[in-house]
């Protein structure tokens, strides 16, 4: 069966867009062929910073026929309605079409057209084309003579050339005819840039890839990849070093180069002086290099990986030279921001304010602007500062350590290292917080109030953190719900599902004790917009109980119970509400518990039917001196029973233990059981009757107040 | 074309005047006017209305030219050896843009010296955009054994209009180059003009001291309320030049260059006035959209020009 090699070659693709540029060629072609009717063994597409290509094996040689039927008039209908169907149908005399009997409509005539497929390079030079027109570039571009008219080819750089072949693996296969804006299909490519000259001649796939490899090409970015990783393996392990890992730098590389040579060079060792984040930002970000740890201690080494597009002549040592210096420039920069940071300003020259506090005299004056509703960088400082204050005491923090934390924790955005690298932030003015003497939890805090950034990130544990990463997220989750701007759909651009999973694991992880509530409360009240308090608060507790409830599902924990507890009012306080789905779900699995739960619905059961059949609830609580007077035995007990259960309930709630809630509802059980065995609540006294179905409900009330017996499920 | 031997002090590797030289030789060998530098202060040799203006409508137009650029935040004193607030760019705009551009362009850096089996060439991804301009383009940055040494683009729309057709602009970082076709590693010590001993002139003696004086100038001393009634006034005049230019009656206009001269007067009274920092960022947005809107509105005028191909 033929096999179709499509090569789209171009001048330099970013490198960012290729791998998806190879995966929607593929998807492309091939889906438009089963459209088409053909039907592929097998597709694979490949990418370098030049090329795009597609293979696609065992393809028939041409389309499927297809029959088609056309229906026409009755027999014996008028001429021009016979002559009309042939000339529509293509049939010479009315003898070639069949004749077919309906019951209803009689004798009519039918057409059967045979429709021969088309040979599959003819489908291809319509397919081909259609896909490079339409092919979904991030960002495509014109160019040209051509791009004088409107409509011209748009690529992502310039398209220079097409190869398109089809054909059997073992016979010369043929050109697919097309052409698209000057550019005509040909069985020719080019090599790499530098290192080949003249034009290849392809046969198949397997000669195409051998061709390209010795005009020094790696078709497969993946073995691209394969060959850096491991060559820098081997030159920085020669030399005692060990690569830091860096995957997404790592494709980026394959990206831009066809030949990767890879070769080491170094930097003045005065440079480390440099923290290694920001040596390593500058060589990564400004070099495409990966930086190297000494094996024996660990620390960032004077060394660098770089990958070469071209074998050179001298061996690279003209290219590593070259390297080196646009490094030592950078990091010369990079010196200088470090250590301007650390001066004063020039219009504070002569002032007592440290460095760090200039910079956040300045950002307050540049009146930065944080959200254009919600004001100014500098107001929300402010009132990062009066909640971490507030926080702090809950946390375990100083107050006035955490203020002054969180009055530092964005001047770093007005450094010119920041500005330079702004994945920097927090990092850096931990740094500067540490050069001017600020206390470490301070300098801590500053770097880590923007953590936990995710999911998998780590949650800050020392309390002045602690106390400033709420205090950061709240003020960003209470200032986006009160303008009402929240997270839609997959629409989150201010992170905001991120901000309530971080308050969340702030408060889950370090055990904290606070009232979620107060604290949104205080956060709404500090703003510069007026919005309905109450309400707002509400909906933004009810959006991080939800982000709870996915947090706790993903760790195990049962959806049903989370929900019987957070059906419950007030339920801000995110530690000890936790701790209840727990104690809940420890409970639940004894045997009392499951009884207690069956002893639950059987009551809730009766309840409901009876007061429907009402139409009145039994609310209001038992009358014991009914129950003392006239009652049976078993309901003696119950009714005493559970007024002791409920004052233990109570009491073990207000110490939080859940656990001994748990255990005096469980006490429970023998009474509830014996009252159902023996106790008929419909008895035909109608006081009786509404006495015990009141018993039954104050059963209910009972278990309500540890959590919400009727959302359990199973 | 004969490049110079490698002793002759207008060898390109020899002197920054030899480099600068070398280019235009081989830019008006490929049929590039040479213009000199627009005599005002711009902030990138694509302010030159040699590119701005040019690469507007359908007259093809090759055009080569240094131009002297300011950006007066980058100003180090003259302490940081990468860092001016004044440098030069050389200048390449063909229109529209030939098929084997990139050929071109490396075998220019092969004409400076850069030989392609020893050093690294790469283009790497860059999305090029000039706000004030109203101008974007697709290419990518050059580099010289990691080091960018140029600025390669397809203009696809300038002023807020659609290039029809596309040019692509060259802009080579001339003392960077330089730098490195010199083998030195301060700007301030490259050779100016090729000779040695008692008759070398450095860069040093050119520009040290302008950059000292601009960089008090720009970050300390530069006059800000002057430097914004005079963004005003040139935003005024332009609009003023635009309007009293104006043939609405021929569908003509008589008078963009000069109104072009005041939206570029505007554009770096902006620059010295972010230099000075007392450009909010909110504020910023608002000064960059005014000048983008004078430079399309000179854009729509060019149009209406001979050399903005109107009928």
């Known amino acids: 069966m033929p096999d179709l090699l499509l090569e789209l070659r171009s001048e330099e693709i970013p490198a960012r867009m290729q791998r998806k540029a190879a995966e929607d060629l593929k998807k492309l072609v091939t889906d438009a062929l089963v459209e088409q009717g053909l039907a592929y063994e097998g597709a694979r597409a490949y990418v370098t910073p030049r090329r795009l290509t597609l293979q696609v094996v065992g393809l028939p040689a041409r389309q499927p026929d297809v029959e088609e039927e056309r229906k026409g008039p009755r027999v014996g209908a008028p001429d021009a309605a016979i002559q009309g169907f042939l000339k529509s149908a293509g049939l010479n005399s009315i003898e070639e079409a069949d004749i077919v009997a309906d019951p209803k409509k009689g004798e009519f005539y039918v057409a059967r057209i045979r429709r021969e497929g088309r040979k599959t390079p003819a489908v291809l030079a319509d397919i081909v084309p259609a896909v490079v027109r339409g092919f979904p570039w991030p960002k495509s571009m014109r160019w040209g003579a051509a791009s004088a008219e409107p409509g011209s080819l748009r690529w992502v750089r310039p398209l220079q050339s097409i190869l398109c072949t089809f054909g059997p693996e073992t016979e010369t296969p043929d050109v697919v005819p097309f052409e698209i804006d000057g550019i005509v299909a040909s069985d020719e490519t080019r090599g790499h840039r530098f290192l080949s000259q003249g034009p290849i001649l392809v046969r198949s796939f397997e000669k195409y890839v051998e061709a390209l490899e010795k005009s020094h090409v790696v078709l497969d970015l993946d073995e691209r990849k394969r060959r850096i990783e491991a060559d820098a393996n081997t030159i920085a392990f020669a030399q005692g070093y060990e690569i830091v890992p860096d995957e997404g730098l790592l494709e980026e590389v394959g990206g831009l180069v066809e030949w990767p040579v890879v070769l080491i060079g170094s930097f003045d060792a005065a440079y480390l002086q440099v923290p290694p984040e920001v040596i390593r930002a500058t060589i990564r970000a400004n070099q495409k290099c990966f930086v190297l740890t000494k094996r024996s201690t660990g620390k960032l080494a004077n060394k660098f990986i770089l990958i070469s597009n071209i074998e050179a002549r001298d061996g690279g040592a003209a290219i590593v030279a070259g390297n080196e210096r646009v490094v030592r420039a950078r990091l010369s920069d990079a010196r200088f921001f470090w250590e301007t940071d650390q001066k004063p300003l020039p219009e504070f020259a002569g002032s007592s304010l440290k460095p760090l506090d200039q910079r956040l005299e300045r950002l307050k004056a540049l009146n930065i602007v944080f959200h254009e509703k919600l004001g100014t960088q500098a107001a929300r400082i402010e009132r990062i500062v009066s909640l971490a204050r507030r926080i702090a005491p809950l946390a375990g923090a100083d107050a006035d350590i955490a203020a002054r934390a969180a009055t530092l924790a964005k001047a770093d955005l007005v450094t010119e290292m920041v500005g330079e690298f702004p994945e920097l932030q927090g990092l850096m003015g931990r740094y500067y917080a540490l050069a001017q003497g600020e206390d470490a939890s301070v300098a801590a805090a500053i770097e880590e109030h923007y953590k936990p950034q995710g999911p998998s990130d780590s949650v800050p544990s020392s309390a002045v953190s602690v106390a400033l990463a709420l205090a950061d997220k709240l003020d960003t989750l209470a200032g986006f719900w009160a303008i009402d701007e929240k997270p839609t759909g997959s629409k989150d651009p201010f992170a905001l599902r991120r901000a309530a999973l971080g308050v969340i694991r702030l408060i889950l992880e370090n055990g904290l004790r606070v009232r979620l509530g107060e604290l949104i409360g205080a956060a709404l009240d500090a703003l510069p917009v007026s919005s309905d308090k109450t309400a707002v608060s509400a909906d933004l507790l009810s959006f991080i109980a939800d982000r709870l409830t996915v947090y706790l599902r993903d760790k195990g924990a049962r959806h049903d119970l989370i929900a019987a507890v957070f059906a419950l009012d007030g339920q801000d306080d995110l530690t000890a509400a936790v701790r209840r789905v727990e104690a809940l779900g420890t409970f639940l699995e004894t045997d009392d518990g499951a009884n207690l739960l069956a002893g639950y619905r059987r009551a809730v059961n009766i309840l409901r039917i009876e007061e429907k059949k009402d139409g009145r609830t039994f609310s209001g609580g038992v009358d014991a001196s009914l129950v003392l007077a006239r009652g049976e035995e078993q309901e003696k007990v119950l009714v005493e029973a559970l007024r002791v259960a409920n004052e233990s309930v109570r009491e073990a709630i207000a110490r939080e233990d859940f656990e001994a809630a748990m255990r005096a509802l469980a006490a429970l059980r023998p009474a509830v059981d014996a009252f159902f065995d023996a106790v008929t609540v419909n008895a035909d006294d109608a006081d009786l009757r509404a006495n015990r179905l009141r018993t039954l409900d104050a059963l209910r009330l009972a278990t309500l107040t540890v959590a919400d017996f009727g959302v359990i499920g199973g | ?311």
């Not at chain 2, 060898?11 to 005047?17: C, G, L, V």
């Not at chain 2, 030899?18 to 490929?30: C, N, V, Y």
């Not at chain 2, 980058?74 to 607030?85: A, M, V």
């Not at chain 2, 080579?172 to 180059?177: H, N, P, W």
Request: aromatic content about 10%; some cysteine.
């Open chain 2, 1 to 311: 074309m004969s490049a110079p031997d490698s002793n002759d002090p207008l060898h390109p590797t020899r002197s920054f005047q030899g480099l600068i030289l070398t280019l235009q030789r081989f830019w008006a060998a490929e049929g590039c006017v040479i213009l000199q530098p627009y005599d005002m202060e711009v902030g990138a040799g694509t302010s030159h209305p040699g590119t701005t203006l040019r690469s507007l409508g359908p007259k093809p137009w090759k055009a080569a030219y240094v131009q002297p650029s300011r950006r007066p935040k980058d100003g180090r004193y003259g302490e940081n050896p990468n860092r001016l607030q004044h440098y030069y760019q050389f200048q390449v705009i063909l229109k529209p843009n030939p098929p084997d551009l990139q050929e071109l362009y490396l075998r220019s850096l092969a004409a400076i010296g850069i030989d392609m089996r020893l050093h690294d060439i790469r283009f790497v991804e860059d999305d090029w955009e000039n706000p004030t301009l109203g101008a974007w383009g697709l290419g990518w940055e050059c580099w010289c054994d990691g080091m960018e040494v140029s600025q390669f683009t397809y203009f696809q729309q300038v002023a807020g209009i659609e290039c029809a057709p596309v040019s692509g602009e060259l802009t080579y970082g001339l003392e960077r180059l330089a730098c490195y076709l010199q083998n030195v590693e301060s700007i301030m010590d490259l050779n100016f003009n090729g000779r040695e001993g008692a008759e070398k002139v450095t860069y040093r003696d050119v520009f040290l001291q302008a950059e000292q004086e601009y960089s008090r100038y720009n970050f300390e001393h530069a006059n800000t309320e002057a430097l914004f009634r005079r963004f005003r006034e040139a935003e005024e005049e332009c609009r003023a030049l635009l309007a009293s230019g104006a043939d609405d009656a021929n569908k003509r206009h008589l008078m963009v260059q000069p109104a072009y001269d005041q939206c570029l007067k505007a554009g770096h009274a902006f620059n010295l006035l972010d230099a000075r920092g007392v450009i909010s960022v909110t504020e910023r947005q608002s000064y960059i959209l005014r000048v983008r809107e004078l430079a399309k509105a000179c854009g729509a005028a060019w149009l209406l020009t001979d050399a903005g191909g109107a009928a």
